[in-house]
């Protein structure tokens, strides 16, 4: 019969909307579906275990030791580019709040003017002009703001991120405006990384079977097998995606403008963010400013939770674990003003059986036996080729 | 966000009457700007010149701090060598420049639109997209 009314103070990420995860009391940001994440790191660090118990020692004595020194030099810089990727935000654009929603929507309605009934409203589409070409805002019926150019909504972590690449399972994150740049030198130097053991274990193989022979020389190191296999097979994938990237930097496109063919010939819209000089794209993409995170995760908020007398199932403390509880959100997300067009198929997020199961990305994505590299935004009706993202 | 003692008073005791959201200005690209253009609910509260003096300021400091120059080619360089692990200890120009921004809102608060029933809102807070002014019911605020 009697409530008690609590207000305790708990960190801003524990509210967020969104199908984030998030460790370190905020400080570390992921998707939801973290297995492939596991898997790449798993692999990265059992190739380069194997390549530093079996191959080093023979080429540190026969060759040179710089050569163990500089594969650790290159494998902390492989796994520092990997981690900051994966954990930072990626420049995700915090859902407008209620009175922000109602602003927007009424000078929607306004623009719109009146409407006769039965017939439906038109799109929601603001057109600006940049750099003398008309680029279109699309509405996000999830945040309830105009995208900014460039910005895309993630339909895996349910965000809008702004400068959206893509979402990528294997590094278990979007891939946005504050960490493509992290996300670009990672698979650069992996596939450096790739390049260097791969070389180094035939050279190995080649000299040690000048001395031993084949047979007893994969004998001696059954690792170099396991490596060889494994860095075959990433190269084609890595190398690939590198240059790919490398060509997307020139012309300062992302993958989704890419795949959806924003700036390709047919619709004569020239890519209005281009340089038209290589180096100045290169250079604004990889040097340019190092963009704050707009969300604020460690910051404190007060939340009003009440317990009543009867005992109840604890509910809207604060999971540590994760912030996407199935409680209903009493700060960010309101009653939806206009039907929520984008809302995701799953009912229920079950936080521990998602992060145990298969990598595979629920919802609207196409079936394949290998995670998808790159993934679509929900409104958007090309299909991915996963061909031109290898 | 620190907020002064009078800004608090007025806080509590002023209601809301209406917010208005001054959006971004993308004409030059993604850079931060934000539009000039006076919004016609603040037209007997404040001087139109005053207002777009204050955006016109607010969009000089954030090009300052998104400018593609040799200081920030150099700090991106330098970052990249060191992994990143630079920033650990040291404080990005962005940040140094948002905290420029976050003083001077406050300061054109206390001194500007306080005192005319006026509320600006940092930009940061609403993920760099609006300037959220809060625009408090006329009371007992007027000189």
Known sequence: M??????????????????????????????????VFYLTL???VGTCSLFFAFECPYLALHLSPAIPVFAVLLFLFVIAMLLRTSFSDPGVLPRALPEEATFIEMEIEAANGNVPAGQRPPPRIRNVQINNQIVKLKYCYTCKIFRPPRASHCSICDNCVDRFDHHCPWVGNCVGKRNYRYFYLFTMSLSLLTIYIFTFDIVHVVMRSVDKGFLNTLKETPGTVLEVLVCFFTLWSVVGLTGFHTYL??????????????W??????????SHKNIIKNCCEVLCGPTYPSVLDRRGLMEEDSSISATPVAPSSSSSTTSSSNPVPQTTKTTAPLIPNEHTPDDAKPSIAASAEKSPSPKEEHPPAKVPPLASPETDVETSITKDKTH | MAETHSLQDMRQQAAVAAKVFIQRDYTNGTVCQFQTKFPSEMETRIDKQQFEETVRTLNNLYAEAEKLGSQSYIEGCLACLTAYTVFLCMETHYEKVLKK?????????????????????????RG??????????????TR
């Open chain 1, 2 to 35: 009697s409530a008690v009314m609590i207000t305790r103070k708990v960190r801003k990420w524990e509210k967020l909307p969104g199908k984030n995860t998030f460790c370190c009391d905020g400080r570390v940001m992921m998707a939801r579906q973290k297995g």
């Open chain 1, 42 to 44: 798993f692999l990265i």
């Open chain 1, 249 to 262: 930097i020139s012309l300062n496109q992302t993958t989704n403008e890419d795949i959806k063919g924003s």
């Open chain 1, 264 to 273: 390709s010939g047919k619709n004569r819209v020239q890519n209005p963010y």
């Open chain 2, 101 to 125: 921004i976050a003083k001077y809102i406050q300061e054109q608060n206390d001194k500007i639109y306080a005192p005319r029933g006026l509320l600006l809102t940092d930009p940061i807070e």
């Open chain 2, 128 to 141: 760099l997209r609006v300037i959220e002014v809060t625009i408090f019911e006329d009371r007992s605020l």
